[in-house]
């Protein structure tokens, strides 16, 4: 976010003037004279990455009614603008401000401005009245993360049911979820929360997270030559569960299998060759949302001791 604020300009010898900065005025109007709120922060952000640092510098609070103007860099992108007080709450506005050349920007916050999180309710829908699954865990990220962190409910979702969570402002969410069978559900940038929005997700068979897949391709070419694999295992490194592919006849060096393994978790891999030799490549994979694609050649020097 720093790139978005001008501190400085430097003009070279010989060269023209670039773009000029944009003025940003912004102004506390959120309660009145008797019930007044006195603002600590400003933050920018462009549209979906995080909250930049205080744009006020040494300045530590804006009274009510009075203003703060800040120099916005030419061609910074379209912004959002975050304030908030000394207890944490805040005021937004999303897709406020951007910087061609030289224009003045004045926004007026008010009690109107107040960040409100979004109701979310999330329905099981997974199954149908005869054959049903409940819902063991649930999560929220926001969109475009890695890490889902942990189960956001501390009971089952029975078929047919709903639990309501509280998502917060100026954020699009992924949503995924584990039935009692261990099959994950994903719904991705599945909702955007706008103050005070009621939000609804349903999640259905057709929510199925798609399986993540290894790659495998024979490159072994030992001391004896060329060897076939007969199995590719993968193993998930936290519990040891595995699953096996078989291949009759075996698979030839030079050819590509396509193993899929579910689960978020980290995963070890391991072919086997004809001579009953072993390559194992320990915690090579991660299946996070699904979908994720894994190549690795197996070669000889990769056999276990």
């Not at 409910?153 to 954020?171: R, T």
């Not at 490159?219 to 096996?244: K, N, P, Q, Y």
């Not at 891999?269 to 979908?291: K, W």
Request: proline share 5%; with cysteine; aromatic share 8%.
């Amino acid at each position: 976010m720093k790139a978005l604020l001008l501190l400085a300009l430097a003009v070279l010898s010989g060269c023209s003037l670039g773009p000029d900065p944009c003025l940003w005025i912004v102004t506390n109007n959120i309660g009145d004279l008797s019930a007044s709120t006195t603002l600590t922060s400003l933050q920018l952000r462009a549209e979906g990455e995080a909250w930049g640092e205080t744009v006020m510098g040494e300045v530590e609070t804006i009274p009510f009614g009075e203003s703060f103007s800040f120099l916005l860099g030419p061609g910074a992108p379209v912004v959002d603008l975050r304030a908030s007080n000394e207890e944490g709450t805040t005021w937004s506005r999303f897709a406020e401000n951007s910087c061609t050349d030289g224009t003045r920007h004045e926004t007026i916050l008010t009690a109107d401005d107040l960040d409100v999180p979004c109701p979310w309710t999330i329905t099981n829908d997974i199954g149908d009245s005869f054959v049903n699954y409940a819902l063991l865990d649930v999560w929220v990220r926001i969109a475009g993360t890695a890490d889902w962190g942990p189960t956001l409910i501390d009971a089952p979702i029975p078929f047919g049911e709903s639990v309501e969570l509280l998502a917060d402002v100026g954020w699009t969410y992924d949503l995924s979820a584990m039935d009692q069978d261990g099959v994950y559900y994903l719904r991705l940038d599945d909702q955007t929360c706008n103050s005070g929005l009621e939000l609804e997700s349903t999640l259905t068979l057709s929510h199925e997270a798609p399986p993540c897949i290894w790659e495998a391709t024979n490159d072994i070419d030992g001391d004896v030559g060329a060897l076939g694999i007969i199995a590719l295992e993968v193993i998930r490194s936290d519990t040891g569960e595995s699953f096996v592919t078989e291949f009759q006849p075996p698979l030839v060096r030079g050819e590509m299998a396509a193993v899929p393994f579910v689960a978020r978790a980290l995963w070890t891999l391991r072919a086997y060759d004809e001579l009953g030799q072993s390559y194992t490549y320990p915690d090579s994979a991660l299946c996070l949302d699904g979908g994720e694609l894994y190549a690795l050649d197996v070669i000889w020097a990769d056999r276990d001791q």
